[in-house]
Every structure is written in structure tokens, then in C-alpha cells.
């Protein structure tokens, strides 16, 4: 039966084995790629934009033709793009020029008017600090108090982590047959984590979760940053604390270099077919190192976060 809209088919992504890159590698044990660059926006934050505007619209904080705003690295804008244009809201995505072009013109071609910003002097483009995105973020309050607009506040609004709380873990838990030991996943607001751990651990208590974060830039297991640029877009901002983590389990932290990312991203798609980003590649390439370690034999579980397309113009793919 045809979805009524494509609001309906937010979700449900399938998953799959990565038994390939695990069996090449010599390694005991299982990952379970969860395929969400398969939504609609081509990434998970489709789960999320869609679970914090329904639910503002059922606290009644966003009324009928209020613009919304938000900071986005280009896959939350892309997200609420396509959920604001489905229910009326004009929606204005501000986002660093440090992010790949690619997702810009998907916001425009959606419907969103992109607010792009300017980097801090020194920044790399491709490589979004913690100091660019605060600038990113004062630009967004700025535009909200202008127009009386809604914030979707992704690092904030409790529909972030709720959507994966209410849709990706269960979903992964059954399409694992309830065989998953672990969960790893790239912190970025932490709400995919957050959410996801959470509805795991109801299933098994026994189960791990692990945060992962870039060489060099471990704010949040609490090392010292000697390295905050780093190319894996989207997490990985250098900040010690995110409210979604706050009382988040966590049974280990787990670090991935930009180089290990990127190969692993590329690994991905020759030897399993799954053409992701940065992220995607974070998080496999950690799985990996927890197979050859703590979680020897383990069934580990990663969100391959989105798609290799929105990044063309970087040298993820040279």
C-alpha cells in the first residue's frame, strides 16, 4: 500500500550484516549496519527533525506557518526541509562553509533558505570546530529573535533522542533477533546515541554502548583536546558536555582518527556495497576495533549515518 507521504516512510530502514569487512579482517564476531542513509533526506536525522516539529506541534511551541530555524552540519537542515516543507513551515538552515556544498544545495532544492556562515580565521573547510559552530549558532538565534521563528535545537529538544529512543533501537534490536551486545555511534548532538542505548539496554540490560569521537578530540571522555580539526562533518565538536549525554549510558568511549574514518568509508563501499559518509565509516571503523578487543565475539550495532553523496567535493573519495 502507497505511504500517503513521505513523512510516512521516515524509518523502518533495513539493516544489514557487514560480515565481509569482519571475516577480511580475520576478526570473531558480528556488525550490524543499520542503513539509515536510506530515509528520504539520505540520513538518520530524518528520524529526528520529523520527532522534534510533531512533537512542538503537539506541545503547541510551533503554531501553524511559524518559520523554523536551526544550525545544521547539512543532514538535520535536510531533514527539516523535507518535514516543514510536507507541513507549511518556511524553515531557514544556517550552517558553517565549512560543510560540503552538496548538502546546501539539497537543503535549497528543498525548499530551505540556507543561511551559510563564514568560518573563524584558521579553520579548515571540511573541517567544522567547535569555535565555527558556535559562530553558526549565534547567527541561528539571531534569525529566531528577527523573525519569531521556532528553534528546532537539535542538541536540546527532547524529539531528537525519543525518535531513535522510539524507532532505531527497537528496530535493531528485532532485526538482530535480539542477538546485539553492543551499540557504537559518533557523537554529534548525542541524540542518536542517547536515544538508541536506551531503548537497547530494555531489551539487555548486559548490552554496551559506546561513544566514539575523533583522535585528538576527546572532550567528552573527559581527555585533554590536542587536535580539534578533524574531517569526520557532523560530530566531533569539542564539546565536554552535550544534554543528551548527560545521563546517557555509556560503558566506554572508543576514538577513530579522520585517516582511519575516511579509509574504512571507502572499505565500506567496495567490500559491502554501502556507499556512507565520514560518520558511517567512524562507526565501522570503531566496531572493528572493539571486535579485536573488548568485544571479541561481540554483536555490535552502528547507524551508517548518511550518504557518501554529500561529499563529492571533499577528499573522502579522492
Known sequence: MAAESLLDVIGA?????????????????RILAKLDYLNPGFSKKDRAAKGIIEMAEAERALHPGQTVVELTSGNMGTGLAIVCGLKGYPFVAVMSRGNSMERARMMTALGAEVVLVDQLPGSVVGQVSGGDLAEVDRIAQQIVSERGAFRADQFHHAGNAQAHFETTGPEMWAESGGTLTAFVDFAGSGGTYAGTVRALKTFSSNLKGFVVEPTGARALAGEDVTAAAHPIQGG???METLKFMKDAPVDGYVHVSGEAARMTTRALAREEGIFGGFSAGA???????????????GVIGIVICDSGLKYLSTDLWD
Open 13 to 29: 530502514t533495513p539493516s544489514v550484516w557487514l560480515d565481509r569487512l569482519v571475516t577480511n579482517r580475520g576478526l570473531e564476531g
Open 236 to 238: 566531533g565538536y569539542v
Open 283 to 297: 562507526n565501522v571503523a570503531a566496531a572493528l576495533d572493539l571486535l579485536k578487543g573488548p568485544m571479541q565475539g
